[in-house]
């Protein structure tokens, strides 16, 4: 029952594949419930931000379980795509797999080293997978370790330091490419995480003027009503918000396009001499490209903040080997588990027996014995407990390091106590080593 991620990013996608294959989190429970039907598929997660898109799995079969994989991510919601994604797609295995999500939970493969977004991503993919039931013991305990390395880095070095995220990189952005803003007026498309820290943001930055629009006003009020000086505009009323702006930055993520050259045009038309600059920080984007073609409006997409803040990135960088350092801990924490998983059946199966045999030859001696008091049979009922306790305690830490040892060995150990015991468990094939081949997809 091979590990394997599946997935794509900002390191080997575009914008425009990656907003194909965007999955909003208001629909991630029915999307990991499709999955489930997948027959080679034994356990599934599902990691979807701005940058990336993967799917952390345990499967029957590697090869069959790949390819199933691949057929859901061309088919879901995106049938009929046009361009090869195998070509966009990358498949770590085993340790690999576990690695690079430890690397993505500390911060250490996003788009801006360290964002304080990412762990909360992470952990809600975990949620969603245990609300659609995708999650098994594997991915759980996967997940759970991820989630205590990502911790561990941000608790214990500077990689989380200073503010760096994709909604104040926007921030920067504008103010890279229009310097002062406290002259400017800024709309803010979206009240969720990254559009109310974006409003934040340039609040922080001294912007003029902030409106916030959403598809729910509330939302947008409340947003607008946390920043003091900022006022909410109806999302169909958006065009004319749009004749007062100069700066537009875009985090809605709808399923379709917010602007276009139709309401954008129109907004111009009201101030053709007057720029507009939209920074497009959703994925999927928010702003049609064809906005770009009006003239005297510029949009720059999510892509475009990647060399953005790298004074800060750089102090960060700093904390890059003590981050490895832990990274590497929690992974071989998570192998030792993966690797004496086998051992658990045969030392139920030996607890079982022993227990049974206990509980049988106590319920004699009572029997034999009607005239002990209550206390004298809990007396006797906990020297027996402790008796077996104490004498499998050795053989269980046996077991379970040699689960972990070699594998020749760790079977023939499984063997022998079945024999010697009359366990009656069959004995399991130990999970392979979760070694670090490059596997292409």
């Known amino acids: 029952m091979p590990l394997v991620c599946l997935g794509l990013s900002h390191h080997t996608a575009p914008l425009e594949v990656r907003e194909r294959h965007a999955f909003p989190v208001s629909r991630m429970t029915e999307t990991l419930i499709a999955l489930r039907d997948y027959q080679a598929v034994r356990e599934a997660v599902m990691l979807a931000t701005c940058g990336r898109l993967e799917i952390y799995a345990e499967l029957e079969d590697y090869e069959t379980g790949i390819k199933q994989l ?10 009929g795509i046009e361009y090869d994604i195998s070509a966009y797609l990358y498949a770590l295995p085993g340790m690999q797999a576990a690695e690079h999500l430890f690397r993505v939970a500390t911060g250490l493969d996003s788009m801006l080293i360290g964002e304080a977004q990412i762990l909360g991503q992470v952990k809600d993919a975990y949620i969603q997978a245990q609300k659609a039931r995708s999650l098994g013991k594997t991915l759980h305990a996967l997940f759970r370790e991820a989630l205590k390395a990502g ?22 952005y504008a103010k890279q490419h229009l310097g002062d803003l406290s002259e400017l ?38 947003v607008a009503d946390s920043l003091g000086a900022a006022h909410a505009v109806e999302l169909p009323g958006m065009t004319q918000a749009l004749k007062a702006a100069d700066i537009v930055v875009a985090s809605a993520g709808a399923s379709h396009f917010v602007l276009t050259p139709d309401n954008v045009a129109e907004a111009m038309l009201a101030r053709p001499q007057r720029p507009l600059f939209v920074i497009d920080i ?21 892509d475009a903040l990647k060399g953005l803040v790298e004074e800060t990135i750089d102090r960060r960088r700093e904390a890059i080997p003590q981050v490895e350092e832990i990274i ?14 086998f051992a658990v059946p045969i030392v139920a199966s030996l607890v079982r027996k022993a227990e049974a045999i206990r509980e049988r030859e106590v319920d004699r001696l009572f029997a034999r014995c009607p005239d002990l008091t209550q206390r004298e049979r809990m007396m006797i009922t906990g020297a027996t407990l402790t008796i077996v306790s104490k004498f499998l305690h050795g053989a269980v830490t046996k077991i379970r390091e040699g689960a972990t040892g070699d594998r020749a060995e760790a079977l023939s150990l499984a063997r022998m106590l079945n024999e010697l015991f009359d366990l009656q468990e069959p004995a399991q094939e130990p999970p392979q080593p979760l070694e670090r081949p490059s596997v292409p997809v």
């Open 282 to 302: 959703a994925v999927p984007r928010d702003a049609d490209p064809e906005v770009a073609r009006i003239p005297n409006v510029r949009v720059a997409d999510i």
């Open 70 to 79: 691949k057929a859901f991510l061309r088919n879901f919601r995106h049938g």
């Open 328 to 341: 590497a801990e929690h992974v071989d924490r998570f192998e030792q588990w993966y690797r004496s998983r």
């Open 151 to 172: 911790k561990a880095a941000r608790a214990q070095t500077a990689i989380g330091n200073e503010s760096v995220s994709v909604s104040s990189a926007a921030v920067a």
């Open 185 to 222: 007026s800024v709309l803010i498309i979206g009240a969720g995480k990254m559009g109310a820290l974006a409003a934040k943001r340039m609040k922080q930055a001294g912007a003029g003027a902030i409106a916030v629009a959403n598809r729910s006003f509330h939302k947008a009020q409340e």
